[in-house]
């Protein structure tokens, strides 16, 4: 059964930074592209950023480029967001994913829809 939980969530304040990581079980993590994913209140899920398998590939969301970096260790079997200068707006659930995808472009990556399997979220608060 292929497992994915989030952790690193919290309550923070504008600038602050973070790191997400995703711990993967009961799959081939080394093989599946990765992606993140966001949720604020009121709002459709958005792609935020993905790695392909071999890491040769980062994609990221205008919003979050130049802020956010996505990583991967494919030997522990994780995956990483690590979040920068932070703002209220980033804000949401962040859900980690991976996909069987092993090529593709930005096109690919950032649809929800290629992604098979999903996390449970863990919760990003940023207060001004």
């Known amino acids: 059964q292929v497992q994915l939980v989030e952790s690193g969530g919290g309550f923070v304040q504008v600038g602050d930074s973070l790191r997400l990581t995703c711990a993967a079980s009961?799959?081939?993590?080394?093989?599946?592209?990765m992606g993140w994913f966001r949720q604020a209140p009121g709002k459709e899920r958005e792609f935020v950023a993905a790695i392909t398998w071999s890491s040769d590939n980062r994609y990221y969301s205008s919003s979050v480029k130049g802020r956010f970096t996505i990583d991967r260790d494919n030997a522990q079997s994780k995956g990483y967001l690590q979040m920068s200068s932070l703002k209220s707006e980033d804000t949401a659930v962040y859900y980690c994913?991976?996909?069987?995808?092993?090529?593709?472009?930005?096109?690919?990556?950032?649809?929800?829809?290629?992604?098979?399997?999903w996390g449970q979220g863990t919760q990003v608060t940023v207060s001004s």
């Open positions: 994913a991976l996909t069987s995808l092993r090529v593709g472009s930005y096109i690919y990556y950032s649809s929800a829809t290629v992604y098979n399997y």
């Open positions: 009961g799959r081939d993590f080394g093989s599946d592209g």
